[in-house]
Protein backbone atom coordinates (compact mmCIF):
# COMPACT_ATOMS: atom_id res chain seq x y z
CA UNK A 1 0.00 0.00 0.00
CA UNK A 2 3.02 2.54 0.88
CA UNK A 3 4.47 1.74 -2.16
CA UNK A 4 1.46 2.54 -4.39
CA UNK A 5 1.06 5.55 -2.60
CA UNK A 6 4.59 6.66 -3.28
CA UNK A 7 4.41 5.62 -6.77
CA UNK A 8 1.27 8.13 -7.03
CA UNK A 9 3.55 10.74 -5.32
CA UNK A 10 6.35 9.99 -7.88
CA UNK A 11 3.68 10.49 -10.86
CA UNK A 12 2.08 13.58 -9.48
CA UNK A 13 5.51 15.17 -9.01
CA UNK A 14 6.79 14.33 -12.60
CA UNK A 15 3.02 16.22 -13.47
CA UNK A 16 3.64 19.39 -11.74
CA UNK A 17 7.35 19.55 -13.51
CA UNK A 18 6.01 18.73 -16.85
CA UNK A 19 3.12 22.03 -15.91
CA UNK A 20 5.80 23.78 -14.99
CA UNK A 21 8.63 23.59 -17.47
CA UNK A 22 6.17 23.70 -20.04
CA UNK A 23 7.69 22.88 -24.04
CA UNK A 24 9.21 25.58 -26.08
CA UNK A 25 7.96 26.99 -29.46
CA UNK A 26 10.57 27.09 -32.37
CA UNK A 27 9.96 29.21 -35.21
CA UNK A 28 11.24 28.03 -38.20
CA UNK A 29 14.36 30.55 -39.81
CA UNK A 30 13.95 31.86 -43.24
CA UNK A 31 15.59 29.27 -45.08
CA UNK A 32 13.31 26.37 -44.11
CA UNK A 33 10.26 28.75 -44.81
CA UNK A 34 11.87 29.30 -48.06
CA UNK A 35 12.22 25.68 -48.78
CA UNK A 36 8.82 24.50 -48.26
CA UNK A 37 7.62 27.04 -50.65
CA UNK A 38 9.54 26.07 -53.02
CA UNK A 39 8.47 21.88 -52.54
CA UNK A 40 4.81 23.83 -53.06
CA UNK A 41 5.51 25.11 -56.23
CA UNK A 42 7.89 21.86 -57.89
CA UNK A 43 4.55 19.51 -56.03
CA UNK A 44 2.22 21.47 -58.71
CA UNK A 45 4.56 22.83 -61.31
CA UNK A 46 7.13 19.83 -61.52
CA UNK A 47 7.85 20.27 -65.29
CA UNK A 48 9.40 24.33 -64.62
CA UNK A 49 10.95 23.79 -61.38
CA UNK A 50 14.35 22.33 -62.29
CA UNK A 51 17.05 23.85 -60.09
CA UNK A 52 14.06 26.21 -57.81
CA UNK A 53 15.38 25.06 -54.80
CA UNK A 54 19.11 26.04 -55.39
CA UNK A 55 18.40 29.32 -56.97
CA UNK A 56 16.21 30.00 -54.17
CA UNK A 57 19.03 29.34 -51.80
CA UNK A 58 22.02 31.24 -54.00
CA UNK A 59 20.20 34.01 -53.65
CA UNK A 60 19.62 33.58 -49.93
CA UNK A 61 23.24 33.16 -49.71
CA UNK A 62 23.65 36.56 -51.30
CA UNK A 63 21.51 38.15 -48.99
CA UNK A 64 22.89 36.31 -45.91
CA UNK A 65 26.66 37.28 -46.83
CA UNK A 66 26.52 40.42 -47.94
CA UNK A 67 23.39 41.47 -45.64
CA UNK A 68 23.02 45.17 -45.55
CA UNK A 69 26.40 46.24 -47.41
CA UNK A 70 24.23 45.04 -50.84
CA UNK A 71 22.47 48.01 -51.45
CA UNK A 72 24.10 50.53 -48.61
CA UNK A 73 24.74 53.81 -50.45
CA UNK A 74 26.70 51.19 -53.01
CA UNK A 75 24.91 52.29 -56.33
CA UNK A 76 27.68 50.44 -58.42
CA UNK A 77 27.32 47.09 -56.26
CA UNK A 78 24.02 46.92 -56.80
CA UNK A 79 24.03 47.39 -60.72
CA UNK A 80 26.53 44.54 -60.56
CA UNK A 81 24.57 42.43 -58.28
CA UNK A 82 21.66 43.19 -60.56
CA UNK A 83 23.54 41.89 -63.79
CA UNK A 84 24.80 38.82 -62.17
CA UNK A 85 21.12 38.00 -61.22
CA UNK A 86 19.94 38.64 -64.71
CA UNK A 87 22.37 36.98 -66.41
CA UNK A 88 21.65 33.98 -64.55
CA UNK A 89 17.71 34.00 -64.61
CA UNK A 90 16.17 30.83 -65.10
CA UNK A 91 13.13 31.79 -65.78
CA UNK A 92 10.24 31.64 -69.02
CA UNK A 93 10.09 34.62 -70.91
CA UNK A 94 7.36 35.26 -73.54
CA UNK A 95 7.93 37.96 -75.68
CA UNK A 96 4.52 38.37 -76.91
CA UNK A 97 4.21 42.64 -77.56
CA UNK A 98 7.86 43.59 -78.76
CA UNK A 99 8.93 47.31 -77.03
CA UNK A 100 8.68 49.29 -79.90
CA UNK A 101 5.13 48.73 -80.90
CA UNK A 102 4.15 49.74 -77.18
CA UNK A 103 6.17 52.37 -77.13
CA UNK A 104 4.46 53.62 -80.36
CA UNK A 105 0.81 52.57 -79.19
CA UNK A 106 1.69 54.76 -76.04
CA UNK A 107 2.70 57.67 -77.76
CA UNK A 108 -0.46 57.88 -79.84
CA UNK A 109 -2.67 57.26 -76.33
CA UNK A 110 -3.86 59.47 -73.87
CA UNK A 111 -2.06 59.19 -70.69
CA UNK A 112 -3.42 60.60 -67.58
CA UNK A 113 -2.05 64.21 -66.55
CA UNK A 114 -0.39 62.81 -63.91
CA UNK A 115 1.43 59.98 -65.93
CA UNK A 116 4.37 59.56 -67.71
CA UNK A 117 6.32 56.10 -69.07
CA UNK A 118 10.52 55.48 -69.05
CA UNK A 119 12.19 52.56 -70.20
CA UNK A 120 14.48 50.73 -67.97
CA UNK A 121 17.82 48.52 -68.70
CA UNK A 122 18.74 47.00 -65.66
CA UNK A 123 22.09 45.29 -67.80
CA UNK A 124 23.13 48.88 -67.57
CA UNK A 125 21.08 50.27 -64.73
CA UNK A 126 19.63 53.46 -66.50
CA UNK A 127 16.85 53.95 -68.14
CA UNK A 128 17.34 54.38 -71.78
CA UNK A 129 13.93 56.21 -72.58
CA UNK A 130 12.32 58.80 -70.31
CA UNK A 131 8.87 60.21 -71.87
CA UNK A 132 8.80 63.83 -72.50
CA UNK A 133 5.90 64.15 -70.61
CA UNK A 134 7.73 64.08 -67.46
CA UNK A 135 8.10 67.92 -68.30
CA UNK A 136 4.43 68.63 -67.08
CA UNK A 137 3.82 66.04 -64.58
CA UNK A 138 7.00 66.52 -62.34
CA UNK A 139 8.65 69.27 -63.78
CA UNK A 140 11.76 67.61 -64.81
CA UNK A 141 13.47 67.00 -67.87
CA UNK A 142 14.20 63.46 -68.95
CA UNK A 143 17.82 64.11 -68.68
CA UNK A 144 16.78 64.96 -64.26
CA UNK A 145 15.25 61.69 -63.80
CA UNK A 146 18.58 58.91 -63.33
CA UNK A 147 19.15 56.61 -60.95
CA UNK A 148 22.24 58.43 -59.72
CA UNK A 149 19.18 61.12 -58.34
CA UNK A 150 16.37 58.89 -57.48
CA UNK A 151 19.97 56.75 -55.74
CA UNK A 152 20.91 59.75 -53.39
CA UNK A 153 24.43 59.48 -55.60
CA UNK A 154 23.92 62.99 -57.21
CA UNK A 155 24.05 66.05 -54.74
CA UNK A 156 23.47 68.05 -57.78
CA UNK A 157 19.78 66.75 -58.00
CA UNK A 158 18.02 65.67 -55.14
CA UNK A 159 15.64 63.84 -56.53
CA UNK A 160 15.37 61.13 -53.76
CA UNK A 161 13.82 61.12 -50.18
CA UNK A 162 16.06 60.45 -47.71
CA UNK A 163 13.30 57.69 -46.18
CA UNK A 164 12.91 56.18 -48.55
CA UNK A 165 14.94 55.95 -51.59
CA UNK A 166 17.38 52.44 -49.90
CA UNK A 167 14.20 50.93 -49.46
CA UNK A 168 13.05 51.58 -52.99
CA UNK A 169 16.87 49.64 -54.09
CA UNK A 170 16.43 47.19 -51.46
CA UNK A 171 12.57 46.04 -53.13
CA UNK A 172 14.34 46.36 -56.68
CA UNK A 173 16.96 44.22 -56.12
CA UNK A 174 14.94 41.74 -54.63
CA UNK A 175 12.48 41.74 -56.72
CA UNK A 176 15.24 40.77 -60.21
CA UNK A 177 15.86 38.04 -57.75
CA UNK A 178 12.51 36.43 -58.25
CA UNK A 179 12.17 37.72 -61.86
CA UNK A 180 15.08 35.06 -62.12
CA UNK A 181 13.80 32.00 -60.82
CA UNK A 182 12.96 29.02 -62.31
CA UNK A 183 9.23 27.97 -62.50
CA UNK A 184 7.43 31.24 -63.42
CA UNK A 185 6.43 32.33 -67.02
CA UNK A 186 6.82 35.83 -67.44
CA UNK A 187 4.50 37.42 -70.14
CA UNK A 188 5.82 40.56 -71.57
CA UNK A 189 3.93 43.67 -70.75
CA UNK A 190 1.37 42.04 -69.19
CA UNK A 191 2.84 40.75 -66.13
CA UNK A 192 3.93 43.91 -63.63
CA UNK A 193 5.94 44.67 -60.50
CA UNK A 194 4.27 47.37 -58.19
CA UNK A 195 6.18 49.93 -55.58
CA UNK A 196 5.47 53.38 -54.35
CA UNK A 197 8.41 55.29 -52.91
CA UNK A 198 8.64 59.30 -52.36
CA UNK A 199 11.12 61.48 -53.98
CA UNK A 200 11.83 65.17 -53.84
CA UNK A 201 10.54 68.07 -56.03
CA UNK A 202 12.59 71.28 -55.17
CA UNK A 203 14.12 70.87 -58.80
CA UNK A 204 10.56 71.39 -60.46
CA UNK A 205 10.08 73.86 -62.84
CA UNK A 206 6.53 73.88 -61.68
CA UNK A 207 6.39 76.06 -58.88
CA UNK A 208 3.16 74.62 -57.30
CA UNK A 209 5.34 71.24 -57.44
CA UNK A 210 8.39 72.58 -56.17
CA UNK A 211 6.97 73.96 -52.98
CA UNK A 212 5.45 71.07 -52.19
CA UNK A 213 8.79 69.19 -52.01
CA UNK A 214 7.71 65.73 -52.08
CA UNK A 215 5.51 63.71 -54.12
CA UNK A 216 4.34 59.84 -54.61
CA UNK A 217 5.50 58.08 -57.19
CA UNK A 218 3.87 55.30 -58.14
CA UNK A 219 5.66 52.70 -60.33
CA UNK A 220 4.09 49.30 -62.42
CA UNK A 221 7.25 47.74 -64.35
CA UNK A 222 6.22 45.58 -66.97
CA UNK A 223 8.04 43.09 -67.99
CA UNK A 224 9.89 43.41 -71.37
CA UNK A 225 12.92 41.21 -72.56
CA UNK A 226 15.80 41.45 -74.63
CA UNK A 227 18.04 38.69 -76.09
CA UNK A 228 21.42 38.16 -74.54
CA UNK A 229 24.91 37.43 -76.25
CA UNK A 230 23.43 33.92 -76.65
CA UNK A 231 20.26 34.55 -77.89
CA UNK A 232 18.80 33.75 -75.13
CA UNK A 233 15.67 36.11 -73.82
CA UNK A 234 16.53 37.46 -70.61
CA UNK A 235 14.55 40.37 -68.16
CA UNK A 236 16.34 43.20 -68.69
CA UNK A 237 14.59 45.91 -69.89
CA UNK A 238 11.30 46.97 -68.99
CA UNK A 239 8.93 49.34 -69.15
CA UNK A 240 7.74 51.57 -66.04
CA UNK A 241 4.46 53.70 -66.07
CA UNK A 242 4.48 56.44 -63.64
CA UNK A 243 1.57 58.07 -61.85
CA UNK A 244 1.93 60.75 -59.66
CA UNK A 245 0.32 61.26 -56.43
CA UNK A 246 0.75 63.95 -53.43
CA UNK A 247 2.96 62.83 -50.88
CA UNK A 248 -0.50 62.43 -48.62
CA UNK A 249 -1.33 59.34 -50.55
CA UNK A 250 1.97 57.42 -49.51
CA UNK A 251 1.47 54.63 -47.38
CA UNK A 252 4.39 52.53 -47.43
CA UNK A 253 6.71 51.39 -50.34
CA UNK A 254 4.31 47.74 -50.33
CA UNK A 255 6.23 45.66 -53.41
CA UNK A 256 3.82 43.46 -55.27
CA UNK A 257 4.05 41.19 -58.07
CA UNK A 258 0.93 41.11 -60.70
CA UNK A 259 1.18 38.07 -62.77
CA UNK A 260 -1.69 35.13 -62.98
CA UNK A 261 -3.77 34.20 -59.50
CA UNK A 262 -1.10 31.27 -59.02
CA UNK A 263 1.91 32.69 -59.89
CA UNK A 264 1.12 36.36 -57.75
CA UNK A 265 0.34 34.06 -54.42
CA UNK A 266 3.97 32.58 -54.89
CA UNK A 267 6.45 35.18 -56.69
CA UNK A 268 4.78 37.69 -53.41
CA UNK A 269 5.42 35.05 -50.92
CA UNK A 270 9.30 34.42 -52.21
CA UNK A 271 9.48 38.75 -52.10
CA UNK A 272 8.57 38.47 -48.42
CA UNK A 273 10.94 36.10 -47.21
CA UNK A 274 14.03 37.01 -49.01
CA UNK A 275 12.94 41.09 -47.63
CA UNK A 276 12.50 39.63 -43.95
CA UNK A 277 16.03 37.43 -44.45
CA UNK A 278 17.53 40.71 -45.77
CA UNK A 279 16.30 42.66 -42.49
CA UNK A 280 17.06 40.35 -40.64
CA UNK A 281 13.85 40.10 -38.61
CA UNK A 282 13.03 36.64 -37.29
CA UNK A 283 9.97 34.89 -38.42
CA UNK A 284 8.28 34.68 -34.64
CA UNK A 285 8.85 38.30 -34.67
CA UNK A 286 7.16 39.13 -37.75
CA UNK A 287 4.34 36.56 -36.81
CA UNK A 288 3.71 38.43 -33.85
CA UNK A 289 3.35 41.85 -35.04
CA UNK A 290 1.20 40.03 -38.37
CA UNK A 291 -1.68 39.79 -35.48
CA UNK A 292 -0.94 42.93 -33.48
CA UNK A 293 -1.99 45.20 -37.08
CA UNK A 294 -5.27 43.47 -36.69
CA UNK A 295 -6.27 43.76 -32.82
CA UNK A 296 -5.22 46.48 -29.90
CA UNK A 297 -4.71 44.01 -26.90
CA UNK A 298 -1.86 41.66 -26.14
CA UNK A 299 -4.78 39.04 -24.86
CA UNK A 300 -6.30 39.29 -28.34
CA UNK A 301 -2.32 38.88 -29.96
CA UNK A 302 -2.10 35.44 -28.01
CA UNK A 303 -5.73 34.35 -28.45
CA UNK A 304 -5.35 34.59 -32.50
CA UNK A 305 -1.66 33.08 -32.33
CA UNK A 306 -2.99 30.34 -30.53
CA UNK A 307 -5.45 29.52 -32.52
CA UNK A 308 -3.00 28.80 -35.13
CA UNK A 309 -0.87 26.93 -33.08
CA UNK A 310 -4.07 24.17 -32.60
CA UNK A 311 -5.18 24.38 -36.36
CA UNK A 312 -1.58 23.26 -37.43
CA UNK A 313 -0.15 21.41 -34.77
CA UNK A 314 -1.52 19.17 -32.07
CA UNK A 315 0.80 20.64 -28.65
CA UNK A 316 -1.07 22.25 -26.22
CA UNK A 317 1.06 25.36 -25.58
CA UNK A 318 -0.48 28.79 -25.64
CA UNK A 319 0.92 31.96 -25.24
CA UNK A 320 -0.27 34.44 -22.84
CA UNK A 321 -0.50 37.98 -22.92
CA UNK A 322 2.52 38.94 -21.02
CA UNK A 323 4.94 36.46 -22.81
CA UNK A 324 3.50 39.01 -26.21
CA UNK A 325 4.43 42.01 -24.14
CA UNK A 326 7.51 41.07 -22.75
CA UNK A 327 7.87 40.29 -26.28
CA UNK A 328 6.80 43.27 -27.68
CA UNK A 329 8.93 45.27 -24.88
CA UNK A 330 12.43 43.54 -24.83
CA UNK A 331 13.00 42.81 -28.54
CA UNK A 332 10.40 43.59 -30.99
CA UNK A 333 10.17 47.20 -30.39
CA UNK A 334 14.32 47.59 -30.76
CA UNK A 335 14.58 45.17 -33.45
CA UNK A 336 12.34 47.19 -35.65
CA UNK A 337 13.95 50.49 -34.03
CA UNK A 338 17.29 49.27 -35.35
CA UNK A 339 16.47 48.11 -39.02
CA UNK A 340 14.54 51.56 -39.31
CA UNK A 341 17.46 53.72 -38.68
CA UNK A 342 20.05 51.52 -41.03
CA UNK A 343 17.52 51.62 -43.78
CA UNK A 344 16.20 55.23 -43.71
CA UNK A 345 18.18 58.70 -43.36
CA UNK A 346 17.00 60.90 -40.51
CA UNK A 347 18.41 63.43 -38.85
CA UNK A 348 17.39 61.70 -35.44
CA UNK A 349 17.53 57.86 -34.55
CA UNK A 350 13.83 56.15 -34.13
CA UNK A 351 12.96 55.03 -30.45
CA UNK A 352 10.03 52.58 -30.80
CA UNK A 353 8.27 53.27 -27.41
CA UNK A 354 4.73 51.47 -28.37
CA UNK A 355 3.19 48.74 -30.05
CA UNK A 356 1.49 50.84 -32.49
CA UNK A 357 4.46 52.30 -33.48
CA UNK A 358 6.49 48.82 -33.96
CA UNK A 359 3.27 47.77 -36.16
CA UNK A 360 3.91 51.36 -38.51
CA UNK A 361 7.38 51.03 -38.50
CA UNK A 362 6.94 47.37 -39.40
CA UNK A 363 4.86 48.51 -42.68
CA UNK A 364 7.58 51.05 -43.78
CA UNK A 365 10.22 47.67 -44.10
CA UNK A 366 7.51 46.14 -45.79
CA UNK A 367 7.00 43.21 -42.97
CA UNK A 368 3.59 43.99 -43.01
CA UNK A 369 1.37 42.81 -44.00
CA UNK A 370 2.36 39.27 -44.17
CA UNK A 371 1.35 37.44 -47.01
CA UNK A 372 -1.05 33.92 -46.24
CA UNK A 373 0.92 31.45 -47.69
CA UNK A 374 3.99 32.41 -45.78
CA UNK A 375 1.85 33.13 -42.32
CA UNK A 376 0.51 29.27 -43.05
CA UNK A 377 4.22 27.56 -43.94
CA UNK A 378 5.72 29.23 -40.63
CA UNK A 379 3.13 27.55 -38.37
CA UNK A 380 3.51 24.58 -40.33
CA UNK A 381 6.85 24.70 -39.46
CA UNK A 382 7.00 25.48 -35.76
CA UNK A 383 8.84 22.93 -34.04
CA UNK A 384 8.79 22.10 -29.89
CA UNK A 385 12.03 21.73 -27.59
Given amino acids: MKTKNKTKDIESHAERLSFESPVKLQFPGWRIVLNNLVAEIVETNENHCHGLEEKCNYFLDIIENVGNDLIRNQLDKMADIGRKVITSSSGIYLQEIKLQQLLVSLDNSELGSNEFYSVFDAMKCEHIIVDERIRSVLGLSPEQFNIKALSAMDLHNPLYHPLDYLHAMRCTIIGYMVLGLPGFVWKSH ?70 DPYQTKFMNAIWYVLNAAMLDIPAKFACILEERRHVDRNKAVANRINEKLA ?56 ILPMPQKVNDIIYKCITYV
Avoid at 228 to 245: G, I, Y
Fill in 190 to 259: KDFYRTRFRIGTVASSIEAIEELRYLTLEMRAYMGHDLDESNRLVPSLHLNRWTAFLESEFDGIRPYFSS
Fill in 311 to 366: RFNTTGFEFDERQIGDCFSKTIRQKISASINEWEKRDKDVNITSDQEAVYFAQQLA
